[in-house]
């Protein structure tokens, strides 16, 4: 830390807190309100719910393999295949008391997730923030309530493309001597959230490529050339990142979604200001 001086014992930690708090450029991170913290401890359970569910299946899988035993790669489909393996010859019968326990910790895991789905999407309901946010395509009431609870106030940042970087959802520099080289994505900041951004760029990925060319949107044909560009992987992370932005844009100035807010953009006004001036071997 270059702010502490000498050792690392709680009196200097202190004294270099101290000082890096009185530099004029440091950014404090903001404090999030009861509210703020007692939704997102909704959102952690929930999201250890959803790993434990994702674990139980796994080892299902794996136990059922080793009596020849293959179900397709989908949790559904073992779901399904649960009630019949109790019937099954090929299972033996203390496995057949092991699915049974299976079957009632996954209804009990089932119902924990629902339980905070609840709680969640009486949030994204009630708060302000969360109801804007629901408005960008591909953002739905998970990622908006936890945008709105991670993210107290957006003014902190300047500008979309800091709130980006803090994401995580920008490429590393390593820019030397006027050279500017970009590596991959950073990956930093709230790993939760930038992972509910990811995939809700996939899903706004998936309805551009679906959509027709005269019937999409500025922003999908936008998605639609990018990826045929950049690929798949490249383009989600931008298509995260252009959310990310967006968001910003919505709820630190109090605006709505507005598909057609490009238009009054001056780079806007100036390529169409170009567009239709005629050039000179076209007035000759």
């Not at 008391?97 to 969640?120: S, T």
């Not at 996939?202 to 936008?222: C, E, G, I, N, V």
């Amino acid at each position: 830390m270059p702010f502490r001086q000498g050792g690392k014992n709680d009196g200097n930690d202190a004294l270099a807190i101290a000082v890096a708090a009185r530099q004029p450029t440091m950014r404090c991170v903001p404090t999030k309100t009861v509210e703020q913290q007692a939704i997102l401890s909704w959102h952690r359970a929930r999201s250890g719910f959803n790993d434990e569910r994702t674990a139980l299946i796994n080892r299902l899988r794996r136990l059922l393999a080793e009596f020849g035993i293959v179900i397709a790669q989908s949790s559904d489909q073992l779901l399904k295949a649960l009630p019949g393996l109790s019937t099954d010859d090929r299972i033996p019968t203390p496995l057949r008391a092991m699915l049974l326990e299976a079957r009632e910790q996954f209804a009990a895991l089932q119902a924990r997730i629902e339980r905070c789905d609840v709680e969640i999407g009486a949030h994204a309901r009630d708060n302000e923030s969360a109801r804007r946010a629901r408005e960008v395509l591909g953002v739905g009431p998970l990622t908006a309530s936890a945008f709105a609870a991670t993210v107290p106030d957006p003014r902190l940042f300047r500008h979309g493309h800091q709130l980006g970087a803090w994401l995580g959802l920008t490429p590393r520099q390593a820019s030397s001597g006027g050279k500017t080289r970009l590596g991959e994505c950073s990956r930093r900041g709230d790993v939760y959230l930038r992972t509910l951004l990811v995939q809700g760029a996939r899903s706004a990925l998936q309805l551009a490529l679906a959509r027709p060319p005269d019937k999409a949107t500025h922003l999908q044909r936008w998605i639609a050339g990018l990826y045929a560009k950049k690929g798949y992987r490249k383009a989600l992370i931008a298509i995260a990142n252009k959310h990310a932005r967006i968001l910003w844009a919505m709820l630190a100035r109090d605006q709505h979604d507005d598909p057609k807010a490009w238009q009054r953009h001056p780079r806007a006004a100036a390529t169409a200001a170009t567009a239709a001036t005629p050039t000179a071997a076209a007035c000759a």
